[in-house]
T-cell receptor, first 111, second 110 residues
Framework: GNSVTQMEGPVTLSEEAFLTINCTYT??????LFWYVQYPGEGLQLLLK?????DKGSNKGFEATYRKETTSFHLEKGSVQVSDSAVYFC??????????FGQGTILTVHP | DVKVTQSSRYLVKRTGEKVFLECVQD?????MFWYRQDPGLGLRLIYF???????EKGDIPEGYSVSREKKERFSLILESASTNQTSMYLC?????????FGDGTRLSIL
């Protein structure tokens, strides 16, 4: 079946540091890939998505590229802010639109 | 913007009680979902529905049931609550493959 593996957390960075959160997947067919973010006390929000190989999703300074050859969808941001502190989930959408989530990565950014 | 509203942010119930969690969406979405979120396990799908009165089991349906009498409302029911059902419950709706989530209900079973 489909699965998503995320980088172990928590991740702690200083403001303006470079962020990478690794995500790899196993899936049949051609899944769509997503990053969701969950701020403290809130539900999940869609951060960005990519629907086919080599697509790059981007939003709020975050980027991720759908790499079929390495089955990866790593999340990156060039300069993080304190307000980026949240839990980040990688997910894939396979057959019948079923969404499979990674376990989540906690990001804490210090001033 | 899509609005998914869950009836309670925090709920405390006792073992053996029948518990209802309510979810309403305002965008006429066909698809609705219930997940539970536990540390280190990510989100796991409990039940989903693609249409009124239609329901499908997700990955962890045991101990739960659902009801979808109207398109905008999807209810999760814990038939006889147990302590291992203490968790964060998230409702979502979708038109395509992306999900729109509510803010969650943190449920404690004592």
């Amino acid at each position: 079946g489909n699965s998503v593996t995320q980088m172990e957390g928590p991740v702690t960075l200083s403001e303006e540091a470079f962020l990478t959160i690794n995500c790899t997947y196993t899936a049949t067919g051609y899944p769509s890939l997503f990053w969701y973010v969950q701020y403290p006390g809130e539900g999940l929000q869609l951060l960005l998505k990519a629907t086919k190989a080599d697509d790059k999703g981007s939003n709020k300074g975050f980027e991720a590229t759908y790499r079929k050859e390495t089955t990866s969808f790593h999340l990156e941001k060039g300069s993080v802010q304190v307000s980026d502190s949240a839990v980040y989930f990688c997910a894939l959408s396979g057959s019948y639109g079923k969404l499979t989530f990674g376990q989540g990565t906690i990001l804490t950014v210090h001033p | 913007d899509v609005k998914v509203t869950q009836s309670s942010r925090y709920l405390v119930k006792r073992t053996g009680e029948k518990v209802f969690l309510e979810c309403v969406q305002d965008m006429d979405h066909e698809n609705m979902f219930w997940y539970r979120q536990d540390p280190g396990l990510g989100l796991r799908l409990i039940y989903f529905s693609y249409d009124v009165k239609m329901k499908e089991k997700g990955d962890i349906p045991e101990g739960y049931s659902v009801s979808r009498e109207k398109k905008e409302r999807f209810s999760l029911i814990l038939e006889s609550a147990s302590t291992n059902q203490t968790s964060m419950y998230l409702c979502a709706s979708s038109l395509d493959r992306a999900r729109h989530f509510g803010d969650g209900t943190r449920l404690s079973i004592l």
